[in-house]
């Protein structure tokens, strides 16, 4: 029994070991293909680092090659919006030539029109007659007789000139055009006596074209001769209108407008300086009559320059008026009576008192006035000498500057008051008992 104990321990015993054994055959081989599993696991894991780095490569190429064609792409949107502006710039271009080329055809176009036009001028220019003037002298031209002058001829054609002719009074000159577009042509020209001239000038071109006779009709007068007849028959109506005699012969002293303005700045202010007239101004001024800066000395010199159209000097016995070449005006010989009526004072009454020490200054003033209205009354008296039409240019405003425009009122009343006062005192004067009163 014992025995059999004991060999059943035994194999019990050799059961375990052989069990132990086992499990060591089976752990050795199991750990032997984990050692090959993980090697080939290992191997595995290499490749797929080998594989992962290759991979990764790949991708930064890919990266690499990727941000190429972003950049690739970005020039190309680049040099497509290049273009596109281009194609703009292009069409914008295209459009303006487009523009252009019509604005040219359009004037080529207007050019044919002009060039036609002119074509069809100039052919009706070259049929028409040659084209003449009277240049000089003009119808306003004041001509004396024995008076040298000249004629001046222009004409023009465009086929050349052959002839000029002119005729004064059916008297005939020719002149040679010796085929000239353009001539002028000067003639001495003396009239012999008064009398009305007729100037004709024409021309004839190379076609045998003749011009229309281009006429003036000029009156010659001897203005000198004339005008001392009306000055002598407006001195004999003012001696016949005042009812006085003239006791010494009167001749007036002729001057021009800008000779009298010269005369009156010598004689009337020869001893009035501008320092005088400046302390003068300043007088008036201390009374408001103007202000402190007027020029009192240039507006006196203005005011008589302007407003005088002739003067007599008692103290002279000089009679001056104006004569600017023509025949004596209505209004010129309106102003003749006034003057010459002061010249019949002088010798009758003696005006050369308003100057002397005989009289104080409101005394010659009073004379002065007195001399000024009945000069005044006699252009009055005088008007019926007129006709009616003359009459009516003696109050017609000619254009002339106001000399008192902007004058201010003291000295407007100052300048005018001989005149003005002084004829209402004449008048009243004369009403009452004529010129035996006066």
Not at 87 to 116: C, F, H, R, Y
Not at 170 to 197: K, R
Not at 356 to 372: G, H, K, V
């Amino acid at each position: 029994m014992k025995r059999s104990t004991l060999y059943g321990a035994f194999l019990t015993l050799l059961m375990f070991w052989l069990v132990i054994l086992a499990v060591v055959v089976f752990l050795f081989q199991a750990r032997g293909r984990l050692n090959q599993d993980v090697a080939t696991l290992n191997d595995e894991k290499q490749s797929l680092n080998e594989e992962l780095s290759a991979r990764n490569n790949q991708l930064a190429t890919a990266q690499s090659g990727q941000a190429l064609a972003i950049q690739e792409l970005s020039t190309r949107d680049a040099e497509l919006g290049e273009a596109q502006n281009q194609q703009s710039s292009l069409e914008n271009e295209l459009a303006t030539s487009q523009s252009a080329i019509e604005s040219l055809a359009a004037e080529a176009t207007a050019a044919a029109a002009s060039a036609a036009e002119l074509q069809a001028t100039l052919t009706a220019v070259q049929q028409q007659p040659p084209f003449v003037r009277l240049i000089a002298p003009t119808a306003d031209t004041a001509i004396t007789p024995n008076e040298p002058t000249e004629i001046i001829i222009a004409a023009t054609d465009p086929d050349g000139l052959s002839l000029i002719a002119l005729a004064i009074n059916e008297e005939n000159q020719l002149f040679e055009g010796h085929g000239e577009t353009l001539i002028t042509i000067t003639v001495p020209w003396t009239p012999a006596a008064e009398g009305s001239y007729v100037i004709a000038v024409s021309a004839v071109d190379l076609t045998e074209q003749s011009s229309e006779a281009v006429e003036l009709t000029l009156d010659i007068v001897d203005v000198d001769a004339r005008n001392a007849a009306i000055r002598a028959e407006v001195e004999a109506n003012v001696l016949e209108i005042r009812g006085l005699e003239l006791l010494a012969p009167i001749v007036p002293t002729l001057l021009t407008r800008a000779e009298l303005a010269e005369r009156v700045e010598t004689d009337f202010f020869g001893d009035y300086s501008e320092e005088d007239a400046a302390d003068e101004a300043l007088i008036y001024c201390a009374f408001d009559f103007v202000t402190c800066d007027f020029d009192l000395y240039e507006f006196l010199i203005s005011v008589y320059s302007g407003a005088i159209a002739g003067f007599y000097d008692p103290e002279t016995a000089e009679f001056v008026v104006v004569a600017d070449g023509g025949l004596l005006s209505s209004s010129e010989q309106w102003t003749h009576a006034h003057e010459f009526m002061h010249a019949l004072q002088d010798q009758h009454f003696g005006l050369d008192q308003i100057s002397d020490d005989s009289m104080d200054s409101e005394a010659a003033a009073a004379f002065r006035a007195l001399a000024e209205g009945e000069a005044t009354l006699i252009q009055l008296l005088y008007l019926p000498y007129f006709s009616p039409e003359e009459q009516a240019t003696l109050f017609e405003d000619d254009g002339s500057p106001d000399p008192f425009a902007g004058a201010p009122a003291f000295f407007r009343e100052q300048i005018l008051f001989p005149y003005s006062e002084g004829f209402d005192f004449v008048q009243t004067i004369y009403d009452e008992g004529g010129f035996d009163r006066l």
